[in-house]
Nanobody, 126 residues
Framework: QVQLAESGGGLVQAGGSLRLSCAVS????????MGWFRQAPGKEREFVAA????????KYADFVKGRFTISRDNAENTVTLQMNSLKPEDTAVYYC???????????????????WGQGTQVTVSS
């Protein structure tokens, strides 16, 4: 019954910025660790960023550190990925994911996440 919906993707030039949002319905987002993943055509889904249910732990993939910021607003049931200094290699479908309560850590593996959004396309031109 938990549903996730991403928005904010689009086409930008290299060096530009996008702000992705994930709206959660069916259950309060505050109970979930939340993650962002991305997948380009012909490639495996890869970890981008994740945040603990209480915001106490934040993890980033090495290739986005210093450029992307994950945040959450539990009162609004949303999770945001602010993407700055975008590069063409950032082009992919970006997915929001929720990890059910129970784990004592924030996972970077897709298999740990129980709910997924439909994805939003991010395209960065040279």
């Amino acid at each position: 019954q938990v549903q996730l919906a991403e928005s904010g993707g689009g086409l930008v030039q290299a060096g530009g910025s996008l702000r992705l949002s994930c709206a959660v319905s069916g259950r309060a987002v505050s109970v979930y660790d939340m993650g962002w993943f991305r997948q380009a055509p012909g490639k495996e889904r890869e970890f981008v960023a994740a945040i603990r249910w209480n915001g106490g732990i934040v993890k980033y993939a090495d290739f986005v550190k210093g450029r992307f910021t994950i945040s959450r607003d539990n009162a609004e049931n949303t999770v945001t990925l602010q993407m700055n200094s975008l590069k063409p290699e950032d082009t992919a479908v970006y997915y929001c994911a929720a990890d059910s309560p129970g784990s004592g850590y924030v996972s970077i593996g897709p298999a740990a996440y129980d709910y997924w959004g439909q994805g939003t396309q991010v395209t960065v031109s040279s």
